[in-house]
């Protein structure tokens, strides 16, 4: 069982950057599709955006040119380069392995976009 662990968040101002990492212990993490999700209070997750097993991704509209993912096999890892970041980008921010049932979810880590 893989437990995700997301670091990375903080305060930043509007059209600032952030790189946030995903961590995950254990080989099963590398064969799984992980996906990069966002929260704010008193919605439901949405998903950000995927990264496959051999690096292909995929972004929702809302970030598409602005949020970049990579992976490294070495390190078990995930990341989300964000840039040209806006007030409506902030939230926490989860990964998960796009698959059900996921991995139990990890504490996020929060964004925050704000002058």
């Known amino acids: 069982q893989v437990q995700p662990v997301e670091s990375g968040g903080g305060l930043v101002q509007p059209g600032g950057s952030l790189s946030l990492s995903c961590a995950g212990a254990?080989?099963?993490?590398?064969?799984?599709?992980i996906g990069w999700y966002r929260q704010v209070p008193g919605k439901e997750r949405e998903l950000v955006g995927t990264?496959?097993?051999?690096?292909?991704?995929y972004y929702v509209d809302s970030v598409k040119d602005r949020f970049t993912m990579s992976r490294s096999s070495a390190k078990n890892a995930a990341y989300l380069q964000m840039t040209g970041l806006k007030p409506e980008d902030t939230a926490v921010y989860y990964c998960?392995?796009?698959?059900?049932?996921?991995?139990?979810w990890g504490q996020g880590t929060q964004v925050t976009v704000s002058s």
């Open positions: 998960n392995r796009r698959a059900d049932p996921p991995w139990p």
């Open positions: 254990g080989s099963f993490f590398n064969l799984n599709t």
């Open positions: 990264i496959d097993s051999v690096n292909r991704t």
